[in-house]
């Protein structure tokens, strides 16, 4: 298969060799007449090539993108995003000098603009640009409050596709017709996400079941799509390309089922002797097949719907407007303020406890007036409270399985974002999803927990050490920008963190002082990915956090338990890096070569 810029390189190589041709006949025909229509003959080539070029240029590129689907949705991509991102660019050398209040007010109305547009591209496209929107929509620290809104839908409103399609795909891949198979089947969907979207069923046995159906067109353009993410992440920030390419290898394994169905039986299995308030779905692995999977249904509501409750019931006990704190919020955020920490577990577990007791005495309360009083006059009404959320204790826990997952299990789901995690009924947390599983071996896991020990330490020596370990290089290798590249990848990435910049504008700035050549191995970028992931969710709710501080434990563990193995060697890229970066080197260069911070 030819590559997108190979297709283009034969395209034009084609309409050049079609222009020559043409123009070679005129200057011949011209040779054979008089010298007066010599002249007319040239303007007609002329007129031939100018005009005739660009006609056939857009024929050939319609005609290929009606035959080539993954070209088509390339066009797509550049036809939404291309304006949008060169509109930006352009207002951010205009304003690179006007004072700060215009500057914001220019970009303000560009976020105003075009949010809507993105996210309606996104969901003409689909597919990858799903998952990346749903990435975007929890780092309301980085993105503008416009994009996080439209971006939040990705989280449980994608658009569904038709019965039909869902009924075909199932009958073709288990063989049966549908009702032999379930004896109800909800047309209606639970959800849908970037790759397929899932319904709610009834096996004959009577056990409730969801059943999880693959798009038509997802995996036959998830390569084309993702090379076009590429070339648009190196025209717009390339120092993040490695890992880009990192994650891009790591997706492929999420369209087989069968895979999936197989990781819900091994993390369920794993998880439920140790977190008896974790719940996984079990799999039905006889009707699991590459492009349907059916699994247990696990009553609840989405974390992201049970979150914006939670905000509308701390609104309401506040006697304010829940708009009102959303729009408070979403300025400290876009200003790089200090965002006011919730309440801690057993405060809010005390304040949980208060609002049972209060609720529980003006119920018996009524029950009094009503079997007194109430004979003679109207009898009053029994109340229900509307808990808040714990959600530190909902953060920990999510924060901690995961930490289980990674360092005592070797085996983690890489894509724990809200639309993932279920709130049930019974007060355990549901997880789903499990698509993106990574195995990760002993011997890595000994460079990554050295490595989280390290970042709770602040060990900058260490960290630098363990980033060359786990495979990271840099042109230049400066250790201040090993070590922040690994502080941002794997445990915070707040404002200090990033000297005072946004994340794009601190990456651009370490990309300038020292080009990134390679990401992290594999193994290592998706739990990057999972530490980026609930930061993320820890800011969205107002409980930002150091992801090292709470995998420490079990890092610690791992080593303490582990202490025969050694870190596996990466020879691959080895030869490249020095052997030994010291962070007196990472001080001294800080000190005389580091961007000013914005």
């Given amino acids: 298969r030819f590559s997108l810029f190979s297709r283009f390189s034969l395209g034009m190589r084609f309409l050049l060799s079609t222009a020559q041709a043409a123009a070679r006949r005129a200057w011949i025909r ?65 304003m690179k000098n006007k004072p700060p209040e215009e500057a914001d007010a220019a970009f303000q109305a560009l976020h105003e603009r075009y949010a809507g547009p993105a996210l309606d591209a996104i969901l003409e496209l689909r597919g990858f640009y799903v998952k ?24 449980d409103n994608v658009p569904a596709e038709d019965f039909r399609y869902v009924r075909s795909v199932i009958e073709r891949s288990l063989g049966r017709a549908l009702e032999d198979v379930f004896t109800s089947f909800d047309k209606n969907t ?15 046995d009577g056990r409730e079941v969801v059943v999880k159906v693959k798009y038509p067109f997802v995996e036959k353009v998830f390569d084309s799509d993702m090379s076009t993410l590429e070339v648009f992440c190196g025209l717009a920030q390339p120092e993040q390309l490695p890992f880009l390419q990192e994650v891009h290898k790591q997706y492929l394994t999420e369209f087989d089922y069968r895979k999936e169905a197989n990781a819900l039986q091994t993390i369920g299995d794993n998880l ?24 247990e249904y696990l009553p609840g509501i989405k974390l992201v719907t049970g979150l914006k409750n939670h905000f509308r019931t701390i609104a309401k006990l506040k006697h304010t407007d829940y708009e009102e704190m959303e729009r408070e919020f979403q300025r400290l955020m876009a200003e790089g303020l200090e965002i006011p920490r919730g309440p801690g577990r057993w405060r809010m577990e ?3 406890t208060y609002l049972r007791a209060a609720n529980s005495m003006r119920n018996c309360a009524a029950w009094a007036y009503n079997w007194t009083v109430g004979w003679l006059a109207a009898p009053m009404q029994y109340t229900e409270v509307e808990l808040p959320l714990n959600i530190a204790l909902i953060m920990e826990q999510v924060l901690d399985v995961h930490g289980h997952q990674i ?47 390290a970042l709770a330490k602040d060990d900058h020596q260490e960290i630098i050490n363990q980033h060359i370990a786990m495979g990271f290089r840099s042109r230049r290798m400066d250790p201040h920008v ?31 002082r020292d080009p990134i050549e390679q990401s992290a191995l594999p193994s290592y970028v998706m739990a990057s990915r999972v530490s980026i992931l609930l930061r993320g969710l820890g800011t969205h709710v107002g409980y930002p956090v150091r992801v090292s501080m709470y995998w420490r434990p079990h890092a610690e563990h791992f080593l303490a338990t582990h202490a025969h193995l050694k870190a596996p060697s990466s020879s691959s890229s080895a030869s490249s890096a020095p052997s030994t970066v010291t962070s007196s080197q990472a001080t001294s260069t800080t000190s005389s070569s580091a961007p000013p911070a914005a």
């Fill in 30 to 94: 011209s040779l054979s007449t008089s010298p007066p229509k010599q002249s007319s003959a040239f303007r007609r080539a002329v007129k031939y090539v100018v005009l005739g070029v660009p006609s056939v240029a857009v024929l050939a590129v319609a005609g290929y993108a009606a035959y080539d689907d993954g070209f088509r949705r390339s066009l797509i991509f550049w036809r939404h995003f291309g304006p949008i991102y060169a509109h930006y660019r352009l207002t951010e050398r205009l």
């Fill in 132 to 155: 990346v929107g749903q990435m975007g929509s929890t780092r309301a620290d980085f993105l503008p409050k416009e994009y996080v809104q439209k971006l939040e839908t990705l989280q």
């Fill in 190 to 204: 639970l959800g849908a996400a970037s790759i397929g979207q899932v319904h709610r069923a009834t096996l004959p």
């Fill in 272 to 295: 439920a002797p140790i977190y008896k308030n974790i719940r996984v779905p079990k799999p039905i692995l006889e009707l699991c097949t590459r492009d349907v999977l059916v699994m």
């Fill in 350 to 352: 005390a304040w949980r």
């Fill in 407 to 453: 360092f005592v299990d070797g085996v983690f789901n890489g894509d724990p974002h809200p639309g993932n995690i279920l709130l049930m009924p019974n007060g355990q947390l549901g997880l789903i999803d499990f698509g993106q599983v990574r195995e990760i071996t002993e011997e890595e896991r000994t460079v990554l927990a050295k490595m989280i020990v």
């Fill in 482 to 512: 090993v070590e922040k590249c690994a502080v941002i990848a794997l445990d915070r990435d707040d404002r200090v963190t990033c000297e005072g910049k946004n994340i794009q504008a601190f990456f651009e700035a370490m990309g300038k």
